[in-house]
């Protein structure tokens, strides 16, 4: 059931420059549902920044060349983003979610709208559009696009593409649904171009990224009769190896691969001593699992950061999801 977009549009027909902000660590998702929507609302006349509240990955770094279009928000330089008349949150409806843009967003009195597909969601002090039912952020864009009845040029369609390709793994998960093959055909034929696309994302890898992918392997384990399969990286691996932290995007997916695993994880020592935790399933709502530890996303593909150093996260994080396993709910 599509969502009642009708708050959302007069919000916007009543404005006219709009903060588009995603989550920290901006995937194909965030970026695409942003970079889509910016583009219609500039179609039908507003002014949309968009603005990241991290720097722009290297791998996304082709979306936006010459840095002309995605600005990078932080403490120091929020003044610069005051000038607003309304904030669009997209693709997260967590505090947690939104790093050093969160306190900003909290002193901020213009209108205030969430736009998110993920499960976990916290007051933002705003109006909400979540739609879990919607394989990616993209989509929700996409609707609001049509909902102003705005142009949808080619660049949009390529963009929301992006979103939907990505956050469906290229339509291979399980949230990929005969709609979602539906709107890539009407997104293709308004012009996205899927085969540079896939280029430009897996098939630019830097040496460093196949070095940490190879250091991931190496380091795979399993447990709960290999129900569970974990795999990490810590910081010196990427000097060692000539990776960015970026590089870890996908190497959940190792894990993800092994025959039987249920529930994989992927842990990463952050730089101020916590760890980062990618959590997938097969069945089980590992959403639960996640906000155990402050984190959340969606019933499959969840993520938390633990203050803990990384050999102590990786083993409260392993019994909790032991634990889960042998719930009779588990099997989902
Ligand atoms: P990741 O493992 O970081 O790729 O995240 C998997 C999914 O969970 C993505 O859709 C994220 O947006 C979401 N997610 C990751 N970390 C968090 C968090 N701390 N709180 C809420 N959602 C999260």
Redesign the pocket.
């Known amino acids: 059931m599509p969502l009642d977009w009708s708050p959302l549009v007069e919000l916007i027909r009543r404005h006219q420059t709009f903060l588009l902000m995603t989550?920290v660590?901006p995937?194909a998702?965030?970026l695409g549902a942003q970079l889509g929507l910016a583009d219609a609302l500039a179609a039908i006349g507003k002014t949309a920044r968009v603005v990241i509240a991290s720097k722009l990955p290297p791998r996304y770094a082709f979306l936006d060349p010459k840095r002309e279009v995605v600005e990078e928000f932080t403490a120091q330089t929020a003044d610069n983003f005051r000038n607003v008349d309304a904030i669009l949150v997209l693709?997260?409806?967590?505090w947690?979610?939104l790093g050093d843009f969160g306190p900003f967003m909290r002193s901020m009195t213009v209108p205030k709208a969430v736009i998110d597909h993920?499960r976990?969601q916290d007051d933002l002090g705003g109006l909400a559009f979540v739609d879990t039912s919607a394989e990616a952020a993209g989509r929700l864009s996409y609707e609001i696009i049509r909902a102003l009845d705005a142009p949808l040029s080619p660049k949009a369609a390529h963009h929301l593409f992006m979103a939907l390709a990505l956050?469906t793994g290229w339509f291979r998960h399980a949230n990929t649904t005969a709609k979602t093959f539906e709107l890539a055909e009407e997104l293709v034929r308004a012009g996205a171009n899927p085969t540079p696309l896939y280029e430009q994302i897996f098939e630019c890898a830097s040496l460093g990224r196949l070095k940490l992918a190879g250091v991931a392997i190496q380091r795979l384990q399993v447990r709960a009769g290999g129900k569970i399969a974990f795999t990490e990286v810590v910081l010196k691996d990427y000097g060692q190896c000539g990776a960015v932290p970026g590089d870890t995007?996908d190497l959940?997916d190792y894990p993800r691969k092994i025959d039987g695993v249920e529930v994989a994880l992927?842990f990463i020592e952050q730089a101020d001593g916590g760890t980062?935790?990618?959590?997938?399933s097969r069945s089980a709502d590992v959403?639960a699992l996640?906000?155990q530890?402050?984190?959340?996303?969606?019933k499959l593909?969840?993520?938390?950061?633990l203050p803990d150093a990384l050999p102590i996260a990786r083993e409260k994080v392993l019994t909790a999801a032991e634990k889960l396993l042998l719930t009779p709910t588990a099997a989902g």
């Open positions: 989550h660590r995937d998702d965030g693709d997260t409806g967590t947690g979610q993920h976990t956050d995007e959940i992927l980062k935790v990618s959590f997938r959403s996640a906000e530890f402050n984190g959340g996303g969606h593909a969840s993520g938390a950061r």
